[in-house]
């Protein structure tokens, strides 16, 4: 984007505001605008405390800033064709509520004052219009500057500005530019005969991560190895002795005296 102008002072800004007195064409940065508008509008509370010539002198001081209006709108991209009717209906509100005046003053029955306030109600409904319409130009006059020329003329606050908003009215059958917003791709058509670039695809962020296998621990205690049924040894369990140990059967002793043998008889 170009590099603005510095602002301007209140001196420079009242000399160049002068030189274009009459020039309804063109474009005017805010800081000539407001200068000139805040000097006027202390001249015109000044100029009013004058009785009759005073109201006339700040009536006809308001109407040299009407050129400055119109450029102000100009260089903010709108028409100027507000500040004709927004002083066409004031004009109208005074001179109604003059016209009122006069018959009121010479009011001699109450079908003239009722007249009176008939006008002196149609100036009040215009002034509340006119005042509609000056909030909407102050809207449009605090606004910045347009970057870049417009069917006025150049910019006098970004000059030598190009448009970079993403429209440019197309010239001589020219293809229409747009400008690729913020963190788009801008395509630009291959020529016959050349290749088209790709942009090599982005690694993605964090990286995938490989997934971790913890090793299998050992099982305790250890299983002992099966052997087949032929090798394995029968294990037997030695009978204890029983306790306590039986003794062995004495023989019979012979019984005494010893039995006679029976005769016979």
Known sequence: MVNPVPQLEIGPALQLAYSRLT???????????WWTMLVVGIAS???SLIPYIGYILSLLLGLCTVPLMMRRLHDTGKDHTLVWIFYGVYAVALLLSLIGGIILRNASSFSAIDTADTFFTIA??????????????????VQDSQPFPNKYGPSPKYPGGQ???????????????QQP????????QPQYGQQ????PQQPQYPPQQQQYQQPQQPQYPPQQPQYP??????????????????????PQQPQYPPQQPQQPQ
């Open 23 to 33: 020039d309804m064409n063109g474009r005017s940065r805010r800081s000539e605008f």
């Open 45 to 47: 509370i000044i100029l």
């Open 124 to 141: 009040g409904v215009l002034l509340m219009i006119s005042g509609i319409i000056g909030i909407v130009l102050i809207v449009f006059w």
């Open 163 to 177: 448009p970079n908003a993403g429209y440019q009215q197309p010239y001589n059958g020219q293809q229409q530019y």
């Open 181 to 188: 917003q913020y963190g788009q791709q801008q395509y630009q």
């Open 196 to 199: 088209q670039y790709q942009q």
């Open 229 to 250: 049924p032929q090798q394995q040894q029968q294990y037997q369990q030695p009978q204890q002795p029983q306790y306590p140990p039986q003794q062995p059967k004495q």
